[in-house]
């Protein structure tokens, strides 16, 4: 019997707007999220929330959208880039997406970022989303769950879609030297979908996504939003395996510790990064 546990996210961080040392880092808000320099420049004054270990980009989970085609609303410094029109108006349309041009847009600024951001010694981590989270921009969300519902052919196409375009996006993030990405789908959570189509969700799409992830050349380490990881091992796809410590480090240091060592964490939230532990949980595949 499938028995999916969900993981309650950790309150959130007050969020510190500091507009005198942006403006002397020279970031201009909504500008950040679509020039490279201002991005790096933003990755190094957002480190020490990181407990100074990583630097993370982008800064919303709304870049694999725009790359789509999506319509961004950019915002503020306090409230950021979210969606403001769907594109698509049904499921047949989505399922026909066209490749990621990485040469160009705002995605073409988050891989130069990263590139110089590595350049300058840093441990970059970039943040992925997944198809839900990025459907929810693309396309009106009752559609994704009628879909799951009703037309499971219709879904498949969209998620074997998803899986090549976002496969070919880990691809670029190799190339431009990232570390680490955390991958992340909470609309796709037990919470919202429920056991059922959670189920179904990681055997059309996510199971067979990072074991695809997991081949590819290099030693990038993948940090999974926990309730990704629960579905996983709540439907039998994975396991979690204790790993001992060197030393009692900040969970933010086991991925510099674990990367070549480990393929994938995701017991924690990444939010939870200065949490202290003595031993960690990687997974592996069942």
């Not at 988050?110 to 992925?128: C, H, N, P, R, Y």
Request: glycine residues 6%; proline residues 5%.
């Amino acid at each position: 019997m499938v028995k999916i546990l969900d993981y309650k996210c950790p309150e959130p961080k007050d969020k510190v707007i500091d507009t005198e040392a942006f403006a002397a880092a020279g970031v201009v808000f909504p500008d950040v999220h679509k020039n490279r320099q201002m991005m790096v420049n933003y990755a190094k004054l957002q480190k020490p929330e990181n407990d100074n270990v990583y630097v993370d980009l982008p800064f919303c989970h709304t870049v694999e959208a725009d790359a789509l085609g999506g319509i961004v609303n950019y915002g503020d410094a306090v409230t950021g880039p979210r969606a403001k029109s769907f594109i698509y108006k049904n499921l047949s349309e989505v399922g026909e997406m066209e490749p990621i041009d990485f040469s160009k847009g705002r995605i073409h600024e988050v891989l130069e970022a990263a590139k110089t951001l590595k350049s300058q010694g840093e441990f970059v981590i970039s943040e992925m989303a997944g198809p839900f989270t990025i459907m929810n921009i693309l396309v009106d969300p009752s559609l994704v769950f009628k879909g799951m519902r009703k037309d499971l052919e219709g879904m498949k196409r969209i998620f074997e879609r998803f899986h090549f375009i976002l496969l070919e996006y880990v691809k670029e993030c190799i190339s431009a030297g990232v570390d680490a990405i955390s991958y992340a789908d909470p609309t796709g959570g037990v919470n919202i979908l429920g056991p059922k189509f959670t189920k179904m969700y990681m055997e059309l799409f996510t199971y067979d996504f990072l074991k695809s992830c997991a081949a590819l050349d290099g030693d990038m380490l993948f940090v999974l939003c926990p309730k990704t990881a629960l579905s996983l091992i709540g439907t039998e796809k994975a396991k979690f395996v204790d790993i001992e410590l060197p030393r009692e480090m900040s969970y933010a240091e086991t991925f510099v510790e674990l990367k070549g060592k480990a393929k994938f964490l995701g017991h924690l939230c990444i939010g939870m990064n200065s949490r202290k532990l003595k031993s960690t949980k990687i997974i592996e595949w069942i």
